[in-house]
Nanobody, 131 residues
Framework: QVQLVESGGGLVQAGGSLRLSCAASGRTFSSGAMGWFRQAPGQEREFVAGISRSGGSTDYADSVKGRFAISRDNDKNTVYLQMNSLKPEDTAVYYC????????????????????????WGQGTQVTVSS
């Protein structure tokens, strides 16, 4: 069974930084594309950042471009989200996601922006930015 476990969330003042981690575990699991989404109260879950299996391609929501950076370590089956210059509007529960399909493992340069493109999800980690 595949599990994604996020860590690194917390409370930070506006302008501060946080680094989220998401570790994937499971027998022989090797993820394709991975991504981060977030959901604020009363809102839909939205795309934040995505990274290809190879790590060579990334994509970001316009609202976080220039402030957030996604990266991955395939040896550790872990994806990271470095969040800088945080704003109160970044407050949300952040979820990581992984594409576990065979197709995903073969398409090493694809970045996925849509929720439906992912097979596995973490439980989420709360990020709160105070003004």
């Amino acid at each position: 069974q595949v599990q994604l476990v996020e860590s690194g969330g917390g409370l930070v003042q506006a302008g501060g930084s946080l680094r989220l981690s998401c570790a994937a575990s499971g027998r022989t699991f090797s993820s394709g594309a991975m991504g981060w989404f977030r959901q604020a109260p009363g809102q839909e879950r939205e795309f934040v950042a995505g990274i290809s299996r190879s790590g060579g391609s990334t994509d970001y929501a316009d609202s976080v471009k220039g402030r957030f950076a996604i990266s991955r370590d395939n040896d550790k089956n872990t994806v990271y989200l470095q969040m800088n210059s945080l704003k109160p509007e970044d407050t949300a529960v952040y979820y990581c996601a992984a594409d576990g399909s065979l197709r995903g493992r073969l398409l090493t340069t694809v970045v996925i922006r849509t929720r439906g493109g992912y097979d596995y999800w973490g439980q989420g980690t709360q990020v709160t930015v105070s003004s």
